[in-house]
């Protein structure tokens, strides 16, 4: 007889719920189960309303659950039953001690593996998916080794390449599943049982097996690539401005070029998310450590970029409103990092909100998936602190009266002097902006940090547009905007 494969994966979070559902999913034969310290996430996962919002998710997670799919916070039974451990916990930028502000917090991460030395009772393959400095899974074999009394564990990188708002997608159709190993007859046994699970549903030849280190890498460098090319493109974007150039032309046609490709060129008021600015940080203080400053500086500028767009956007609103936006309304439309995600992790749109509140502006914002707690919690939080759960704790309800949430953009932008769009959600495109238009203060302004509103249209209605990247109006070149 056969024995079930039994999978336990630790930390319930945007990567480990949406990939275990769909490991689920795709191998009835094998049982998973999804375990979590916090309890209100794994009672969310046991309920109608998941504690993440991802389309299709829902789903997925219906198909399975109670079946080969749990969520529990029994961490250590499930462990110990478990064949195969992925480590799926947050590893968010340090923020004390050494290498505060850059180096990844393996906190989180070093906990759970003492707890799978601790609770094991039979051999395991520990597999690292959380996004981890290049070297860990040695640092991780050294805990588990110390304290295996007689255990043998083999450690595997298979990072996570799925993008948030299209996980389900990403997850059921892989560009390619990475799995770094051992170089050990052990260590390709290992592989090969992992491999075995994704050849479910992955084309052989889509799973990459490598050492462990150039899995570590990849991740890294992954990350690294997709925020450089948005940052060489927004950097466009300023010259763009400056020129009288249509910086969605400029992604056009440099798109076309097969070795560029036409994706991922999207000039934005700056990218957010949990991943990108964490993992160049981690990635420059990597290069750091190893006596690589040029190397370090290199991807330093990808970062500093990034910020310039967030300053120059902001900049942008304050002088195109006569270099003042103390007590005037502004809406904020969208304070996602992207679309179709709830997710405020590291958003652009809490250091243009902070910017322009430091401008003493009242905003009102709008978002159709963040709750009025989330926007509240995020401005009031110091950079890095989001991602560490002891400051998630529930405070005390105060808020800042310089900031209202409204329930809809008609709401958010009445009475308004400008709207700022910070997140491309698709409802933002077809919303009525002639009834907006009447409804908001003289002149009125719209700033489209995501591009995704026709400048022409709005023009014709009587708004002054700015738009990233885009020619500027005769009034913005009238009020120049120095980042
Ligand atoms: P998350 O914060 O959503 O989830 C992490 C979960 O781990 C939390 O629910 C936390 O309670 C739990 N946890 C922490 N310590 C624990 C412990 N000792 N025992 C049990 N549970 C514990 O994080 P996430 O976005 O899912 O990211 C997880 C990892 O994956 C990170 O390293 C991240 O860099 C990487 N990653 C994230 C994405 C993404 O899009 N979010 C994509 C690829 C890779
Ligand atoms: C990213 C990686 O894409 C994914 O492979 C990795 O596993 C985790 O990090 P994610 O952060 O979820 O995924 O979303 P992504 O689509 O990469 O967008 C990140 C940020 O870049 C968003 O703020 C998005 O709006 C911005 N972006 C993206 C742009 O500004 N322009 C673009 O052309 C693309």
Not at 277 to 283: A, G, S, T, V
Not at 361 to 385: C, G, T, W
Not at 404 to 424: F, M, N, P, R, W
């Amino acid at each position: 007889v056969v024995k079930m494969v039994k999978i336990c994966c630790i930390g319930a979070g945007y990567v480990g719920g949406p990939t275990m559902a769909v490991i689920a999913l795709k191998c009835p034969s094998i049982e998973v189960a999804v375990v979590d310290i916090s309890v209100p996430r794994i009672n969310a996962w046991n309920s109608d309303q998941l504690p993440i919002y991802e389309p299709g998710l829902e789903e997925v997670v219906k198909q399975c659950r109670g079946k080969n799919l749990f969520f529990s916070t029994d961490v250590e039974k499930h462990v110990r039953e478990a064949n195969i451990v992925f480590v799926s916990v947050n590893t968010p930028t340090k923020t004390q001690g050494l290498g505060a502000g850059k180096a990844a917090d393996l906190t989180y991460w070093e906990s759970a593996a003492r707890m799978i030395a601790d609770v094991s009772k039979s051999d395991k393959i520990v597999v690292e998916k959380s996004t981890v400095p290049v070297k860990t899974a040695e640092a991780i074999e050294k805990i588990l080794m110390h304290n295996s009394r007689g255990i043998n564990f083999q450690i595997l990188s298979n990072p996570e390449f799925l993008a948030e708002g299209t996980a389900i997608n990403d997850l059921f159709k892989p560009d390619r599943v990475l799995i770094g190993g051992r170089e050990t007859p052990e260590g390709m046994k290992a592989i090969k049982a992992l491999k075995d699970v994704y050849a479910h549903w992955v084309p052989e030849d889509r799973i990459l097996c490598t050492n462990l280190w150039s899995a570590e890498v990849s991740k890294l460098a992954a990350n690294a690539f997709l925020a450089q090319r948005i940052s060489s493109v927004n950097a466009m974007s300023a010259l763009c401005e400056a020129t009288g150039a249509d910086v969605s032309q400029v992604s056009h046609a440099i798109g076309f070029d097969s070795r560029i490709g036409p994706k991922f060129l999207n000039a934005s008021v700056g990218f957010g998310g949990s991943c990108f600015q964490k993992d160049i940080l981690n990635l420059v203080y990597i290069c750091e450590c190893n006596g690589l400053p040029e190397v370090a500086n290199y991807w330093k500028q990808v970062i500093k970029v990034n910020d310039y767009q967030k300053t120059r956007f902001v900049n942008r609103v304050v002088s195109s409103m006569f270099n003042t936006v103390s007590g005037k309304k502004i809406a904020i439309l969208g304070f996602a990092f992207k679309k179709d995600t709830g997710d405020t992790r590291e958003t652009p749109a809490i250091d243009v909100c902070k910017g322009l509140m430091g401008d003493k502006a009242r905003l009102s914002i709008y978002d159709p998936q963040v709750p009025e707690e989330h926007i509240q919690r995020d401005l009031q939080m110091n950079k890095f602190d989001w991602d560490h759960p002891i400051h998630l704790q529930p405070t005390s309800p105060s808020t800042i009266n310089q900031v209202i949430v409204a329930s809809d953009a008609y709401e958010a932008t009445k009475d308004s002097h400008g709207v700022c769009i910070l997140t491309e959600w698709d409802e933002f495109k077809n919303l009525d902006y002639q009834k907006i238009y009447n409804n908001m203060q003289k002149p009125a302004f719209v700033f489209d940090g995501r591009n995704i509103l026709d400048v022409e249209k709005l023009r014709k209605i009587g708004f002054i547009v700015y738009s990233i990247g885009k020619p500027l109006d005769k009034w913005l070149k009238d009020m120049p905007a120095v980042a």
